[in-house]
């Protein structure tokens, strides 16, 4: 199985630049690809960005341009800078990661909350 942990959220101002991160543990040399998500209040949580070994990586429309998803496989990390953030940036972000069957390991994490407030 693979465990996976998110950290690095916060309050930002409107235009900061956040790093949040994901740590996986466990079986990852079964890890294919993997996403970050986010869940606003009130709404459906949504797909933001996800990366995949030799594929360029997807980003929803919103955040094309602001947001960059990257991967260190040595330490198992998965990372996401997020430049010129919006308040509607504001959510509890998440992260999963996939075999090589497109299916997601075990269940959500608890996420972690980035508020954009000034």
């Known amino acids: 199985q693979v465990q996976l942990t998110e950290s690095g959220g916060g309050l930002v101002q409107p235009g900061g630049s956040l790093k949040i991160s994901c740590a996986a543990s466990?079986?990852?040399?079964?890890?294919?690809?993997m996403g970050w998500y986010r869940q606003a209040p009130g709404k459906d949580r949504e797909v933001v960005a996800l990366?995949?070994?030799?594929?360029?990586?997807y980003y929803e429309d919103s955040v094309k341009g602001r947001f960059v998803v990257s991967r260190d496989n040595d330490k198992n990390i998965l990372y996401l800078q997020m430049n010129n953030l919006k308040p509607e940036d504001t959510a509890v972000y998440y992260c999963?990661?996939?075999?090589?069957?497109?299916?997601?390991?075990?269940?959500w994490g608890q996420g972690t909350q980035v508020t954009v407030s000034a």
């Open positions: 466990g079986s990852t040399d079964s890890i294919n690809a």
């Open positions: 990366t995949s070994p030799g594929s360029n990586p």
């Open positions: 999963r990661a996939y075999d090589k069957s497109a299916k997601p390991f075990g269940s």
